[in-house]
């Protein structure tokens, strides 16, 4: 299943070719004598470390620690939001220069993570103070919807399926186009509205709140995309490395589903 995570798109560990991405090899049982195989099966289980391969507890550290600098970027754009603009720009570079590595890179990731975390404090300051109380709201919902997405995903509930995943495809270039056609108007002053394109409103209902709705629901079926990118590395043996590539592109669609549930809710409580 393609991921239209461009973080795992452009990773050769999560596709077809992830067992050639390896270039593991090991020995047949004919190869080895009674004495090697059975010192052999009295080992302790191998680890992610011993066969340099991705592991679900390996890269959930990786995820781990991603977030904890995510985290601590934020506390410094939180207490100076100034740096939000900069970070944003930073962030973008980062995150294009780590989508199109063929390879990736730990220290990029983190350092992605970092500036990341600058602009989200920022962004979220700027929101606390037009609605105090709402950077706790919108951090619950994000728990939130991970928890239920990961839940679903784990008891097979629900799973990536082709046809989804380019209806869901379609819908995010319509958004994206949206988005910039909005950001455009605003910037030009067509628009003077606090959200745009987003404060029109349909049947009494701000068209923000709807799309709100359903590109939460799109950052959610992103998440399944991850989770199965993740599971077809782990199966196929992708190098261990990779773990670092599944850690970015789960940080790009939680710091999405963050900021959408964020706007969604300031829209609540214009």
Same mark, same amino acid.
């Given at each position: 299943m393609a991921s239209s995570n461009?973080?795992?798109t452009n990773s050769p560990a999560f596709t077809a070719n992830a067992a050639k991405a390896a270039q593991l090899t090991r020995p047949t049982p004919q190869d080895l004598t009674a004495e090697q195989l059975t010192e052999l099966y009295s080992r302790p289980s191998a680890t992610s470390a011993d066969t340099d391969r991705m592991g679900y507890e390996d890269t959930i550290v990786k995820i781990v620690i991603s977030f904890a600098i995510l985290l601590g970027g934020a506390v410094v754009g939180w207490v100076m939001p100034v740096l939000f603009?900069?970070?944003?720009?930073?962030?973008?570079?980062?995150?294009?220069?780590?989508?199109? =590595? =063929?390879k990736p890179s730990p220290a990029l990731v983190l350092v992605y993570a970092a500036v990341e975390g600058v602009f989200v404090g920022?962004?979220?300051?700027f929101f606390e103070t037009m609605f105090p109380g709402i950077a706790v709201q919108a951090v619950m919902g994000t728990l939130a919807v991970i928890g239920v997405t990961l839940a679903l995903f784990a008891s097979g509930k629900v799973r990536a399926s082709k046809r989804a995943t380019k209806v869901f495809l379609i819908a995010m270039v319509g958004y994206l186009g949206f988005s910039v056609l909005n950001l455009v108007l605003m910037w030009t002053g067509v628009n003077n509205q606090p959200f745009g394109l987003r404060s029109a409103e349909i049947f009494g209902i701000p068209l923000g709140l709807i799309l709100g709705v359903l590109v939460i629901l799109m950052a959610a079926y992103s998440l399944v995309l991850d989770f199965d990118n993740i599971k077809t590395g782990v199966e196929r043996g992708a190098p261990r490395i990779y773990g670092w590539t599944a850690a970015f592109g789960i940080m790009v669609t939680v710091v999405w589903l963050y900021l959408e549930i964020l706007r969604l809710l300031a829209i609540l409580r214009q």
């Amino acid at each position: 299943m393609a991921s239209s995570n461009p973080a795992f798109t452009n990773s050769p560990a999560f596709t077809a070719n992830a067992a050639k991405a390896a270039q593991l090899t090991r020995p047949t049982p004919q190869d080895l004598t009674a004495e090697q195989l059975t010192e052999l099966y009295s080992r302790p289980s191998a680890t992610s470390a011993d066969t340099d391969r991705m592991g679900y507890e390996d890269t959930i550290v990786k995820i781990v620690i991603s977030f904890a600098i995510l985290l601590g970027g934020a506390v410094v754009g939180w207490v100076m939001p100034v740096l939000f603009l900069p970070a944003m720009i930073v962030g973008f570079v980062l995150a294009l220069v780590n989508i199109f =590595k =063929k390879k990736p890179s730990p220290a990029l990731v983190l350092v992605y993570a970092a500036v990341e975390g600058v602009f989200v404090g920022g962004v979220t300051n700027f929101f606390e103070t037009m609605f105090p109380g709402i950077a706790v709201q919108a951090v619950m919902g994000t728990l939130a919807v991970i928890g239920v997405t990961l839940a679903l995903f784990a008891s097979g509930k629900v799973r990536a399926s082709k046809r989804a995943t380019k209806v869901f495809l379609i819908a995010m270039v319509g958004y994206l186009g949206f988005s910039v056609l909005n950001l455009v108007l605003m910037w030009t002053g067509v628009n003077n509205q606090p959200f745009g394109l987003r404060s029109a409103e349909i049947f009494g209902i701000p068209l923000g709140l709807i799309l709100g709705v359903l590109v939460i629901l799109m950052a959610a079926y992103s998440l399944v995309l991850d989770f199965d990118n993740i599971k077809t590395g782990v199966e196929r043996g992708a190098p261990r490395i990779y773990g670092w590539t599944a850690a970015f592109g789960i940080m790009v669609t939680v710091v999405w589903l963050y900021l959408e549930i964020l706007r969604l809710l300031a829209i609540l409580r214009q």
